[in-house]
C-alpha cells in the first residue's frame, strides 16, 4: 500500500526516518520504537517489526527514562528521578 515516491539511492543513510528491518517509511504515527545505544537512537523499528521482547523493552524504557534533547539537539536518555 505504499506509494511512496522514492527517488534517489537505496541507500538511505537517514536511518531514523524508516524502519530498520522493512524499510517502511515513518510517517510520524503508531508505536515505532526507537533503538537507543548509550541514549543515542541508532534506528528505529515500525510496528510490525518489533518482536514482543522489543515492546517489553521499549515499554520499560518509556517508564524508567527520561527522554529529551541536549542544547545540540541530540538525544538523550537518562533514569527517572535523576534531575539536571
Ligand atoms: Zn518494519
Known amino acids: 500500500m505504499s506509494t511512496d515516491n522514492t527517488t534517489g ?31 543515542v537512537p541508532q534506528w528505529i523499528l515500525c510496528p510490525d517489526c518489533q518482536s514482543p521482547e522489543e515492546n517489553a523493552e521499549a515499554a520499560i524504557n518509556e517508564a524508567m527514562l527520561h527522554y529529551g534533547r541536549d542544547s545540540f539537539g541530540r538525544c538523550l536518555a537518562m533514569p527517572k528521578g535523576i534531575s539536571l
Open 9 to 39: 539511492t537505496t541507500q538511505d543513510v537517514n536511518t531514523l526516518s524508516r524502519c530498520h528491518r522493512c524499510g517502511k517509511k515513518y510517517r510520524g504515527r503508531g508505536e515505532w520504537n526507537v533503538e537507543m545505544r548509550r541514549g
